[in-house]
C-alpha cells in the first residue's frame, strides 16, 4: 500500500491511496514535521594539507558529496641517489 500526500501550501493538500480497498482516516489530530533546507553545494571535494568540514548538518542533500582521491602527485618523493626531494 502506498499513501502519498502533497502539499502545495499550508492550508491545502492532496492525498492518494494506491493498493488497499479500504482506508480509514481521522484528520482531527494536527502533525508537525520540521522541514530541513537543501545544502546548496559544492558537492565535490579534495584532501589537501587543513582539515576540512562539509557543513550538512541539518540539512538535506540533492546528490551525493563525491571526495576525490588524494593527488598522485601530492606529497610526492624523489630521490636521485644522493638528493631526495620533497615536493
Known sequence: M???VSFSDENAFSAR???????????TE???????EYYE???EFTPGEEEQTIPVE????TQN????????????LTYSGGILKVW
Do not use: C, H, W
Not at 17 to 27: S, Y
Not at 58 to 61: A, Q, T
Not at 65 to 76: D, M, Q, S, T, W
Open 58 to 61: 541539518d540539512l538535506v542533500s
Open 30 to 36: 494536527t502533525v508537525t514535521k520540521m522541514v530541513a
Open 65 to 76: 558529496i563525491k571526495i576525490n582521491p588524494i593527488p598522485l602527485n601530492y606529497g610526492r
Open 41 to 43: 553545494g559544492p558537492y
Open 2 to 4: 502506498a499513501f502519498k
Open 17 to 27: 491511496l494506491t493498493g488497499a480497498e479500504q482506508f480509514d482516516a481521522n484528520l
